[in-house]
């Protein structure tokens, strides 16, 4: 019997191969047929490319230019489009009523699977735990962030803000600073002395710290394995990321689990964060709300990143958006100056009465939310209604900050930066910005997985914003007069230096 030769195997597997290929080109177009007409969300508006794959919408997700060209898809098809095959993204008011709050008699639309990642230590945090976990954590933590709470930390935050404008005197005399740099350093310090009885030396050193700068970094690796869960390859993750980047989150979790070690051996008389839960939630302690050691690790580390990474982009857009309006810096500066004779009295009670500068801050989370691609959630099993339609299950729920504070039909002006927007009372009918929908403004998200830390970015913003405007005069230096000009989102905005120049008062 005569063996085969090379040229009848290379014509075997080239006809294997042709074959192959012949059978992937017809699964994706039945695919793309599928998708296009006979998929369940056929009706719902949007462009028939975006609706025949997720390659559209992973193409803009890993080039960080989502939520500009869904902005666009919304200016032409309306507050509802389908942006994948799977995904609908919503720009109005009715998605937060229907799918991030409770509705009675519904099942939850829960967190997205594409977008949660299972910690190293294999225990969730507060940030992506389920519904039951989410909800304990909020409690144990609930004294931690009340108005209460904020009121004991005072003295804490104070602290880091006297180091962060002692800092900015000794450095201005140099030139320009970078603010995103300052603002940085300032908030993850506060956040690590609330969240781990001890800070990261940012401002004593003036510079980030090693576990923050990594931590941070795998913001952007994170983003791009969603993009790759967006389009069903999640099973190739474990065979693509580098073994360096494995590493780096099991270096990161111990660091984080070894901080909390570390605080749960100071006592609970600290004025920070886990004072109350230490005392009440934690160890040998009992009880519906009990939290164990790696859930209090995981939860640690879910505090560090939203809790400071955020405020700082806040406080850098505000900069930038005051110093590129005059106008509003003048009244800005003149409300904070007017209202305080010495900069000791700036604190958490005494600027709640700036209400102009409150109007920045809002109008800043506005025109430049620090999460411009929230997260996304997924319809329940059986399906529901959003705004009376129903929409089958698992399908993907995307509500993003950006797109639905940008579009026209929300707000006028919506590129424009108008704090006095914000100051409207409800006997101002001829206001200019009268129409504009607030219901769609919701930097701090709605319902049962809210932000928890909404009292303390307020905190923090006022007092800094108010610290920095009494203590100098700003001045945008000409690297950063485009800051925003094609800024990259990637869950997080990728920010360059904001390099502004600073006279101290009085010199």
Known sequence: ???????????????????????????????????????????????????????????AQVRGTEVYDVLKLHELYGPVVRTAPNELSYANSIVYKDVFSH????????????????????????????????????????AS???RGMQRQQ????????????????????????????????????????????DFGCLKLAKMHPWISATFGSVKGNALMAAVRRLGLGAIIPYIVPKKSVDLRLA??????????????????????????????????????????DELASIGSNLVMAGSETTATLLSGAVFHLLKNPVALEKTVEEIRRSFDSADEIDLMSTTKLHYMLAVLNETMRIFNPVPAQSTRESPP???????????????????????????????????????RFLQSD???????????????????????????????????????ARLLFDFDLELDERSRSWTRGMK???????????????????
């Open 427 to 465: 006997g101002q009918s001829d206001s200019e910005f009268k129409n504009d929908n607030f219901a769609v403004f919701q930097p701090f998200s709605v319902g049962p997985r809210n932000c928890i830390g909404k009292n303390l970015a307020y905190a923090e913003m006022r007092i800094i914003l």
């Open 103 to 142: 509705r009675q008699g519904h099942a939850e639309f829960g967190k997205s699977s594409r977008t949660v990642v299972t910690p190293p230590n294999g225990v969730h945090g507060i940030l992506t735990a389920n519904r039951a976990d989410h909800s304990r954590f909020r409690r144990a933590f609930s």
């Open 155 to 198: 003295p804490l935050i104070t602290r880091y803000v006297d180091l962060f404008i002692q800092g900015l005197k000794s450095k201005s005399a140099e030139g320009p600073q970078d603010l995103v740099a300052w603002f940085n350093w300032t908030t993850f310090d506060i956040i690590g002395a609330l969240t781990f009885g001890e």
């Open 145 to 147: 962030f009340s108005d």
């Open 382 to 420: 059986g399906g529901d209604t959003i705004d009376g339609k129903f929409v089958p299950e698992k399908t993907v729920i995307y509500a993003a900050q950006y797109v639905t504070t940008h579009l026209s039909e929300n707000f006028t002006k919506p590129n424009g930066f108008y704090p006095e």
């Open 252 to 293: 990161n979790s111990r660091f984080s689990a070894d901080r909390i070690k570390s605080r749960m051996e100071l006592g609970t008389d600290l004025g920070d964060f886990m004072d109350p839960v230490l005392e009440k939630h934690v160890g040998e302690k009992e009880g519906s709300l009990h939290l164990t050691f």
């Open 489 to 507: 989102a990637f869950v997080l905005w990728e920010k360059p230096s904001l390099w502004v120049k600073l006279t101290a008062r009085g010199v």
């Open 1 to 59: 019997m005569a063996l085969p030769t090379n040229s009848h195997l290379l014509q075997s597997f080239g006809l294997a191969g042709s074959t192959l290929i012949a059978i992937w080109i017809v699964h994706t177009t039945a695919r793309i047929i599928y998708n296009i007409f006979l998929h369940p969300l056929r009706s719902f508006p949007g462009p028939k490319s975006w609706a025949a794959t997720a390659l559209p919408a992973v193409f």
